[in-house]
């Protein structure tokens, strides 16, 4: 019997191997975050632009504008100039969501590749 025909699933797997396993499951978690972060943010954008589409239509100068729980009279510039600016965070903030959801998926795809070398059919790194 041959060994070539058993090395695959003899492979020992070093403290390295443990380490970069445990870091591919920690990365795919926070992709996950990641991606419900990014879902949220559209949402929001979405929300935030049919609110000042909204707002436009409208012909008083007094709106009702929810704080927290409760809504409040504001002035109608004011509460335009505070959607420009939850627009602006927000945007912001899904920029950097999705360059950290690249840097991510591109560590991934470096350690599926060290580790499919090593551990061949051995190792399943794909979501079902």
Do not use: C
Request: no cysteine; net charge negative; aromatic share 4%.
């Amino acid at each position: 019997m041959s060994k070539a025909g058993s090395s695959a699933s003899e492979t020992e797997v070093t403290w390295e191997d443990q380490q970069n396993i445990n870091k591919f499951g920690r990365l795919n978690n926070r992709l996950h975050e990641v991606e419900d972060e990014i879902n949220i943010a559209k949402e929001t954008n979405e929300s935030l632009e049919d609110a000042g589409n909204e707002l436009i239509l409208t012909d008083e100068e007094i709106v009702r504008f929810q704080i927290g729980e409760v809504f409040a009279h504001v002035p109608k510039e004011e509460v335009e100039s505070r959607i420009e600016e939850m627009t602006g965070k927000t945007s912001k903030n899904l920029v950097k969501l999705e360059e950290e959801k690249e840097s991510i998926v591109a560590q991934m795809a470096a350690l599926k590749k060290i580790l499919y070398g090593k551990f061949k059919d051995s190792i399943n790194l794909e979501e079902d």
